[in-house]
């Protein structure tokens, strides 16, 4: 079975300017979530998807960030401008339907904000 | 934030001895997770126990669950130098959503 894919793996850019990260999830699981883990941290939920519908955004910096998931499938995160304090890892996961079930992490982005 | 506690924040012990990490958390669950990160190998999720469950095996692991003290913990027994990684307790909350602690570092020393 195929895992969760990310990409890029890593990406260094100036402040603001854009960026944009990429999840595939296992096929057939129907959540997916990003995550954003600083460094010593552990990982923070930004966005969680059922299908392709919204089920919590409520950490999600809005009015830099954003997220999509078209079809119910993939998904881009995107940040626009990012600042440095953005500087950090970005996960991928997904499970098979309810947030209670095991979620299955992509190795992630690591994004450098300079 | 909801966040939950891990003690301790790391962790370093001689290969052949036992780990234990204990993690608290403040509001009521639905279940407890925890889960493993290392460089190779990203986030992977090591063991689920339930709300109702009081103690749970899976292999050299064996993790327990106190309702009444909002506490866990986690033992990984005969460690290896494999097992270096950090540890992450997640709790299931009524938010929906799963919630991280902050980790605890484990080094096995060869």
Redesign the interface.
Known sequence: EAGVAQSPRYKIIEKRQSVAFWCNPISGHATLYWYQQILGQGPKLLIQFQNNGVVDDSQLPKDRFSAERLKGVDSTLKIQPAKLEDSAVYLCASSLLKFTDTQYFGPGTRLTVL | SQ?GEEDPQALSIQEGENATMNCSYKTSI??L?WYRQNSGR????LI?IRSNEREKHSGRLRVTLDTSKKSSSLLITASRAADTASY?C?E?QG?????????TRLTINP
């Open positions: 966040q639905n279940n997770q990203g986030l992977v999720h689920l992450f997640a299931t938010a929906q959503k799963l919630v991280f602690g902050q980790g």
